[in-house]
């Protein structure tokens, strides 16, 4: 029987090490440069969402993202 891996898919340990190296090593301008950056893509947006709407939310983000990644 295969082992679950306890990453996500196209994740294992190495990956994860780096992204902490990397966020550990990074310096506050770094770091609000890049939360600046996420935020002025126009493809995304931010938003309060009442906390009991956020499981039909995140089955909605589920569904969107399946049907675009199936094309």
Same mark, same amino acid.
């Given at each position: 029987?295969?082992?679950?891996? +306890? ?8 990956? $994860? *090490?780096? $992204?902490?190296? &990397? &966020?550990?090593? +990074? ?13 002025? *893509? =126009?493809?995304?947006? *931010? ?6 709407? $956020?499981?039909?939310? *995140?089955?909605?983000? =589920? ?9």
């Amino acid at each position: 029987m295969k082992k679950q891996s +306890q990453f996500p898919e196209g994740w294992d340990e190495e990956r $994860v *090490r780096d $992204v902490l190296e &990397y &966020y550990e090593n +990074q310096t506050e301008d770094e770091a609000l440069a890049e939360h600046e950056a996420a935020l002025g *893509r =126009a493809e995304h947006t *931010r938003m309060e969402v009442p906390v009991d709407l $956020v499981p039909a939310v *995140r089955q909605m983000i =589920a569904e969107h993202e399946h049907k675009h990644r199936a094309r």
